[in-house]
């Protein structure tokens, strides 16, 4: 009778261990997925931040937030199953990339106050626009007073 009652706790770990091994842990399974859809955001992310330091279309909010992403993340990607130095390195080209991001940020601030309300770039234009109106205006004088057979082709 002894032999048998330990069999039979026996055979149940046997028989539940191997099930358990054959089915899968929904607490796992989610923890799996998160990391699989972490990775994929992640690779997203990276993605889209060279996209937009290469000079695709991004507006300045979603640069910070790239930047910021990219700051904040600790570690290496790709380059984890290599040597120190060579993750290092990849650690360091990530923070360069932010750095680019963030420069594009200030440019393209800096570009809308210089379109919007520099005092300089208005006095600029102005002149400008004064300096041909007035050689326009002087052409048109001198092509009036040659008369017919004008070079102007309008005749």
Same mark, same amino acid.
């Given at each position: 009778?002894?032999?048998?009652?330990?069999? #039979?706790?026996?055979?149940?770990?046997?028989?539940?261990?191997?099930?358990?091994?054959?089915?899968?842990?929904?607490?796992?399974?989610?923890?799996?997925?998160?990391?699989?859809?972490? *990775?994929? #955001?992640?690779?997203?992310?990276?993605?889209?931040?060279?996209?937009?330091?290469?000079?695709?279309?991004?507006? #300045?909010?979603?640069?910070?937030?790239?930047?910021?992403?990219?700051?904040?993340?600790?570690?290496?990607?790709?380059?984890?199953?290599?040597?120190?130095?060579?993750?290092?390195?990849?650690?360091?080209?990530?923070?360069? *990339?932010?750095?680019?991001?963030?420069?594009? #940020?200030?440019?393209?601030?800096?570009?809308?106050?210089?379109?919007?309300?520099?005092?300089?770039?208005?006095?600029?234009?102005?002149?400008?626009?004064?300096?041909?109106?007035?050689?326009?205006?002087?052409?048109?004088?001198?092509?009036?007073?040659?008369?017919?057979?004008?070079?102007?082709?309008?005749?």
């Amino acid at each position: 009778m002894m032999k048998f009652l330990s069999f #039979v706790p026996l055979a149940s770990l046997l028989l539940f261990g191997i099930t358990d091994a054959f089915t899968i842990n929904p607490i796992a399974s989610a923890a799996m997925k998160q990391k699989t859809s972490a *990775l994929q #955001v992640s690779t997203e992310t990276f993605y889209r931040a060279l996209e937009c330091a290469e000079g695709h279309s991004c507006d #300045v909010s979603e640069l910070d937030k790239l930047a910021s992403e990219l700051e904040q993340f600790v570690g290496c990607t790709y380059e984890e199953d290599s040597s120190k130095e060579v993750c290092e390195k990849e650690i360091q080209d990530r923070m360069d *990339l932010a750095e680019i991001l963030r420069l594009k #940020v200030e440019l393209k601030l800096r570009l809308d106050y210089l379109k919007s309300g520099n005092l300089f770039a208005d006095d600029v234009r102005k002149d400008h626009d004064l300096e041909e109106r007035k050689k326009f205006k002087e052409t048109l004088l001198a092509n009036r007073d040659k008369g017919a057979g004008s070079d102007l082709g309008l005749w």
